[in-house]
């Protein structure tokens, strides 16, 4: 009796883990499959108006990006690492993003769950707060190491150099963009 329940507990074992086996590797060439789907949409044709990069240098108006990421509009995905030279004129706005206060971001969070329940009749989006504060800086202000992300008005897809619309130099620690 107990050798039969022993052989129903091992059989039962290797049942779940086939099925679980099986699932698994379903789910992971759905994915594989989902993911040359999306190579298909022509992502890769999208125009490129970002990048992301860390700063190596500065000289005049010219920040040199190393391993910069140009990331096309309307997805997450980027084009490969590479050297970026981007010049800033007087029309360039540069902004450092600061950390807010723990206690005071978390009271603007409080602030716009009250205001997003009191605006659900009226189909006037609430903006939520920002968890920085941006302050205006001067290319002399942007440092090597920082991490910036800069917007340009023409596509840089094929460009190694371009003038930046805007700069957003990142808390340490974060690489997000934000617009």
């Known amino acids: 009796m107990i050798e039969h329940k022993k052989i129903i507990s091992a059989v039962a074992v290797i049942a779940v883990v086939v099925i679980f086996t099986n699932f698994f590797i379903y789910i992971n060439g759905s994915k ?5 789907q999306t190579q ?31 990331i096309p509009e309307n997805t997450t995905s980027a084009t490969k690492l590479e ?22 971001f978390q009271k603007e969070l409080e602030d716009f769950a009250k205001k997003q329940k009191e605006s659900q009749n009226t189909n006037i989006p609430v903006m939520p707060p920002e968890p920085f504060t941006r302050v205006k800086i001067g290319i002399n202000d942007i440092k090597a190491g920082d991490t910036i992300v800069v917007f340009s008005t023409v596509n840089i897809k094929k460009l190694s150099s371009f003038t930046a619309k805007e700069i957003n130099v990142q808390p340490t620690g974060m690489a997000t963009t934000s617009r």
């Open 40 to 70: 298909n949409l022509g992502l890769e044709q999208l125009e490129q108006h970002m990048a992301v990069g860390v700063v190596e240098k500065i000289s005049g108006q010219e920040i040199t990006l190393s391993n910069a990421k140009k």
């Open 32 to 36: 594989i499959k989902n993911k040359s």
């Open 83 to 104: 050297s970026i030279t981007v010049t800033v004129d007087q029309s360039t706005v540069i902004e450092r993003f600061v950390g807010k206060d723990t206690l005071v």
